[in-house]
Every structure is written in C-alpha cells, then in structure tokens.
C-alpha cells in the first residue's frame, strides 16, 4: 500500500467515515489493502492496471468494481477484471497538449454496443457539445469542465434508465 506522508491510517479511517454519513460512495483506486481498510465495497481500477481482481467477488460478493478504458482491448480488460462499470474516455476532443485522438459520438456508439456492459462517458463534454450526449449509449457521465454552466442538464442524464 503506498501511502503519501501526509497522509495516515487514521485520517483516511475519518474521510471514510465522514464519506459514509454524508452518503457519498468511496471509490478505492488500485490498492485492495487499502479496500480492506476502509472497509468499504467501491473499487475503482484504472486504464494502466492491467491485474485481474475477481477474486474480490469471491470473498466479498456487494463488491463494485469500477474500470477505465480507452479502447476496445482496455474495455476487454476491464470486463476481464469484473468491473460492472466502465469509464470510456475521450468522448470529445479536448484541448490538453499531450492528448491526441478522441472518439466522437458515433464511433463510441459502434465500440460500446459490441459489449453488453454499463458505460460512462468521459473527457472534453463541454456546453458546446452536452446535448450529443442525448446520442450516447450510457448510463451516466462524468466531467470537471463546464460543469457549472452544464449543471442545469446534469440531473436528466446521470443516471438514464431503459
């Protein structure tokens, strides 16, 4: 388990906790030491992880393993490790320096629809391009951009059900 400095047992026990009475799910990133811990069934497996973690169903069947991917070989990966849900990123292009290459609404479509898992939309959703969201096969979305501007819509797409 690694653990900044700053950081101790104790203080990540009460953000836990406060968390919990707030009712806000703790996605654990990577570290099942640390799930065991906290004592807490949200786990969150990152792109780059490439370990395989069903076992964690095995000992703990309310488990929610959460993924993110990039492409179709990741999406298989994360499907391979359990994961319930998967982030799909990079829905729009985005303007960071180092990031090229996005997939747009229908080549996401034409990826998402070959799986029979939950999606959720992530990267460069702006108030230019929300109502494209509409289009999307998910379940939920997620974004740090315009999120102010866009909060009026959020409600009605987070959570879409069929």
Same mark, same amino acid.
């Given at each position: ?20 009475? *707030?009712?806000?799910? !703790? ?10 811990? !906290? ?18 169903? *095995? ?74 969201? *509409?289009? !999307?096969?998910?379940?939920? !979305? ?17 959570? *879409?059900?069929?």
């Amino acid at each position: 388990m690694r653990q900044s400095k700053n950081i101790s047992c104790k203080s990540l026990k009460k953000f836990a906790s406060n968390c919990k009475s *707030k009712r806000i799910d !703790l996605f654990v990133a990577n570290s099942v030491k640390l799930l065991t811990l !906290l004592k807490t069934n949200k786990f969150y497996i990152s792109a780059w992880n490439k370990k395989h973690f069903r076992n964690l169903r *095995k000992v703990n069947n309310n488990i929610e393993i959460v993924g993110s991917a990039h492409n179709v070989t990741e999406i298989k990966e994360k499907i391979d490790q359990g994961c319930s849900q998967i982030f799909l990123s990079r829905i729009f292009e985005t303007k960071y320096r180092f990031k090229k290459g996005f997939l747009g609404v229908t080549r996401f479509n034409l990826v998402t629809q070959r799986f029979r898992t939950n999606f959720i939309a992530l990267g460069g959703i702006n108030v230019k391009n929300f109502n494209q969201i *509409k289009n !999307l096969n998910i379940i939920g !979305l997620a974004m740090s951009s315009d999120k102010k501007k866009a909060g009026n819509y959020l409600p009605a797409f987070f959570k *879409k059900t069929y």
